[in-house]
């Protein structure tokens, strides 16, 4: 159990600021998401473009700010 979850906050901020990514790893990262979704059934997506309206509303919302 979490009992200070600033601390931990501040830890994830530290660890992402340190730890540097390459093209890569981060590759391989993605495809073994991809690899644990596909037998999910929720990847690939049926249909892509599903809900995309509502993408388009909401990044028209925070380009306003």
Do not use: H, Q, T
């Amino acid at each position: 159990m979490i009992k200070n979850a600033g601390l931990l906050s501040k830890f994830d901020d530290k660890m992402a600021r340190d730890e540097k990514s390459d093209y890569l790893s981060c590759l391989s990262l993605f495809e073994g998401m991809w690899r644990e979704g596909v037998p999910l059934g929720v990847l690939p997506l049926k249909d892509p473009l599903e809900g995309i309206d509502v993408d388009i509303r909401i990044a028209r919302i925070l380009n306003r700010v």
